[in-house]
């Protein structure tokens, strides 16, 4: 939801009624409203993907061991990504070449050397989708009333992808029905990645321990906090073992039908509603598992507006996603940056207008 303990509740710059997504919120409505260039946001669920949609913006969330993640807090051992969030498809693959690397202090980078391309720019090409083939995964979508407006949106990206010479192919997965509930590990790895954190910090550090976070009470999610927490040796639960296993069961499911159909990425929305109301009590609907759940890839990138209202005068921002399987980021990219060039989705929210002398 992006709320501060310090400054509250981050709104949306393109609809001041709802939120920016998140958690990387902020950085999403900074960035949206022209007050950064780029940003970097951490991804266990959809951290990155999620403000990026919800503002009109790309973000990536990186393979698995692309990008080091020390000195980040953590929350999951297994699921936790860093990667860029920016305007355009161009300035998030400059980032992400600069943030990607072998650093020993996070050793799964490890796998992630001789992965990496000269640029992330290589395949930044107008034609970059004349060939490909685009699977769109029916079951990420929802078939209710509330789904209509991200729907339209969505088929109207399809048909423009279509139109620039992708082959689409519509599937479902019903593995990913099975098993999206339960490839969470993220609550049986906070209390140990945490104090892990807290205790690299040295004698002098405020905080010593996840418990002592939690103690302090100045979370705006302190419920959660207290949550994982309370997850006592949660990495030697059955659990936690039938979760990882359930990880491999759907990497494996989603790699084996793009092989199946031979396809070159998948589509979704990243969000199957509008992102929610500031009065909401969480972000419902939303897709980030299929990678968050299997460490491949995706890159989320503007797929168009909700109608206008008197709140959301250009109307709210629908996030599309791309997914693939491992170190097909140049790949994604490409895709989403030949949509962006044909689709030209950029609009300055009205609720932060140029300044004085701006262009």
Do not use: W
């Amino acid at each position: 939801m992006s709320i501060s303990s310090l400054g509250g509740q981050v709104r949306n710059p393109y609809d001041l009624g709802r939120t920016p997504g998140g958690s990387s919120g902020g950085t999403g409505a900074a960035i949206a409203a022209n007050f950064a260039v780029v940003g970097t946001g951490s991804d266990t669920g959809q951290s990155i993907r999620s403000p990026a949609s919800a503002n009109n913006l790309v973000g990536i969330r990186p393979t698995r061991g692309l990008v080091s993640r020390a000195g980040v807090i953590p929350n999951s051992l297994t699921q936790d990504e860093v990667g860029p969030i920016a305007r355009t498809v161009t300035d998030a693959a400059l980032l992400l070449g600069v943030m990607a690397g072998y650093d020993p202090a996070d050793p799964i980078t490890a796998f992630g050397v001789r992965h990496i391309p000269k640029s992330y720019t290589q395949l930044l090409r107008t034609d970059a989708l004349e060939g490909a083939r685009i699977g769109v995964m029916a079951n990420l979508f929802g078939t209710a009333e509330r789904h209509a407006e991200v729907n339209h949106v969505m088929e109207g990206v399809i048909a423009q992808m279509a139109g620039l010479g992708a082959t689409v192919v519509r599937f479902d997965l019903p593995e990913y029905d099975a098993l999206a509930s339960a490839v969470s590990t993220s609550q049986f790895e906070a209390r140990t990645v945490m104090d892990r954190y807290f205790a690299a910090l040295g004698p002098d550090a405020p905080i010593k321990s996840f418990a002592d976070l939690v103690a302090a009470k100045t979370s705006a999610v302190q419920k959660t906090l207290e949550a994982e927490l309370a997850v006592v040796d949660g990495m030697n639960s059955q659990a936690y073992k039938d979760r990882t296993l359930n990880r491999d069961k759907l990497r494996l499911a989603v790699a084996k039908k793009m092989a199946d159909l031979d396809l070159d990425a998948i589509l979704y929305p990243l969000q199957k509603i509008l992102v929610a109301p500031v009065a909401a009590e969480d972000q419902l609907e939303r897709n980030g598992t299929l990678s968050n759940g299997t460490g491949f890839p995706a890159v989320t990138f503007p797929g168009g507006f909700s109608a206008p209202t008197a709140s959301a005068p250009l109307g709210v921002p629908v996030g599309a996603e791309l997914l693939g399987l491992d170190y097909t980021e140049p790949k994604l990219l490409g895709y989403a940056y030949a949509f962006e060039q044909a689709s030209r989705l950029r609009k300055l929210p009205k609720s932060t207008p140029a300044l004085p002398g701006e262009p």
